[in-house]
């Protein structure tokens, strides 16, 4: 009985504590600047965050072509357009290039030269922030730091503030 109380009060504690695990911070905390992931364009052009203007702002808004919350978001940015014309808006979703297509049509990006929309369908992107709600919107500064991320619904106010 002794040595099974002596085994409780010794090994089951050490037992516990290499059990637990540290939560490790996601991807976009461990290496704050826009991610190098290849993009394919609507027309089937590849890009990385090479190809963006330097010396800009970047917000990269991760989307979902089915999300109500998305579509919104980018009625609000499309409508406010002035509000971000220092900054270079990344809109990249993890769906099929055909299936970004038709967001991108229906929205008529084409006719706002500082948004790029992309696809990233292999989901890289999703496991880099670590994103479990639409849209995911990650801001960067001039040097392509991270400045702030949101996930889920934001009001445009915070987006603007946070890329003066």
Do not use: W
């Not at 939560?23 to 052009?45: E, R, W």
């Not at 890009?47 to 990269?60: A, F």
């Not at 014309?85 to 809109?91: A, E, F, G, N, S």
Request: hydrophobic residues 35%; positive net charge; contains cysteine.
């Amino acid at each position: 009985m002794r040595k099974l109380l002596l085994f409780v009060l010794c090994c089951v504690p050490m037992f516990l504590k290499a059990q637990s695990t540290t939560p490790t911070k996601p991807a976009y905390l461990q290496y704050p600047i826009v991610p190098a992931f290849p993009l394919t364009l609507p027309d089937g052009h590849t890009i990385t965050k090479n190809d963006l203007r330097k010396n800009e702002k970047v917000m990269m808004f991760v989307f979902s072509v089915d999300c109500d919350h998305c579509k919104h978001l980018t009625e609000e940015v499309l409508k406010n357009i002035d509000k971000f014309k220092k900054t270079q808006i990344l809109m990249v979703t993890p769906f099929k290039v055909e299936q970004m297509k038709e967001y991108y049509d229906h929205y008529n990006i084409k006719n706002y030269p500082n948004i790029i929309m992309a696809s990233e369908p292999t989901r890289q992107i999703m496991y880099f922030y670590d994103l479990h709600y639409f849209p995911g919107l990650y801001l960067y500064d001039k040097k392509q730091q991270f400045i702030k991320g949101f996930e889920g619904t934001v009001k445009l106010d915070s987006l603007v503030h946070y890329l003066k």
